[in-house]
């Protein structure tokens, strides 16, 4: 099956404790990307990957890292995690940047107190 | 790259009733897709319409594309308690292009 697949689904942590969230697809698919989803403000877009060691910045990248050593893994670092990073995110992938559909995974419910 | 700007913020009908939401965009586009999120889910893909495209059926869906208007509609006909979902659009400049995303239409069907 298709899937885009994220862990942990939810996440507790404390202000400056290193987190990873890991997404993973199985459709050989070039493009993947990150977002963060807020009330009010919609989805907005962390980091992006057009491969293979090619990423960057979407409109909300600070206080991010990514990396995408293998085509089916982009992992989001944060590195030091703060309160305004309490959020929804979503990691997407797609074949082609922008011309066929995305696949979304099921998102990962950020709190960091 | 741009995102799209849903109309309107919030939608409530009966079952049974047709839903229209309708979509905005500043510049030329390449194609234009319309996306589906249940509650505190991932976005589901439901329609990619291309710029050369005025019009695009999938089930109960229905998408046009005016491009003179810079303008979509995604129209749900016969709705159901499960489509009760917020929907989005994404319209794209060019084949790499961003994909964006506005704050989308949160549609409320009551059985």
């Known amino acids: 099956e298709a899937q885009v697949t994220q862990n942990p689904r939810y996440l507790i942590t404390v202000t400056g404790k290193k987190l990873t969230v890991t997404c993973s697809q199985n459709?050989?698919?070039?493009?993947m990307s990150w977002y963060r989803q807020d009330p009010g403000l919609g989805l907005r877009q962390i980091y992006y990957?057009?491969?293979?060691?090619?990423?960057d910045k979407g409109d909300v990248p600070e206080g991010y890292k990514v990396s995408r050593k293998e085509k089916r893994n982009f992992p989001l670092i944060l590195e030091s995690p703060s309160p305004n990073q309490t959020s929804l995110y979503f990691c997407?992938?797609?074949?082609?940047?922008?011309?066929?559909?995305?696949?979304f995974g099921q998102g990962t419910r950020l709190t960091v107190v | 790259s741009q995102q799209g700007e849903e109309d309107p913020q919030a939608l409530s009908i009966q079952e049974g009733e047709n839903a229209t939401m309708n979509c905005s965009y500043k510049?030329?586009?390449?194609?234009l897709q319309w996306y589906r999120q249940n509650s505190g889910r991932g976005l589901v893909h439901l329609i990619l319409?291309?710029?050369?495209?005025r019009e695009k059926h999938s089930g109960r869906l229905r998408v046009t594309l005016d491009t003179s208007k810079k303008s979509s509609s995604l129209l749900i006909t016969a709705s159901r308690a499960a489509d009760t979902a917020s929907y989005f659009c994404a319209p794209q400049e060019t084949s790499g292009s961003r994909l964006t995303f506005g704050e989308g239409t949160q549609l409320t069907v009551n059985p």
């Open positions: 459709m050989n698919h070039e493009y």
């Open positions: 997407a992938s797609s074949f082609e940047q922008g011309y066929t559909e995305a696949f």
């Open positions: 319409i291309r710029s050369n495209e």
């Open positions: 510049t030329s586009i390449n194609n």
């Open positions: 990957s057009m491969n293979v060691e090619v990423t």
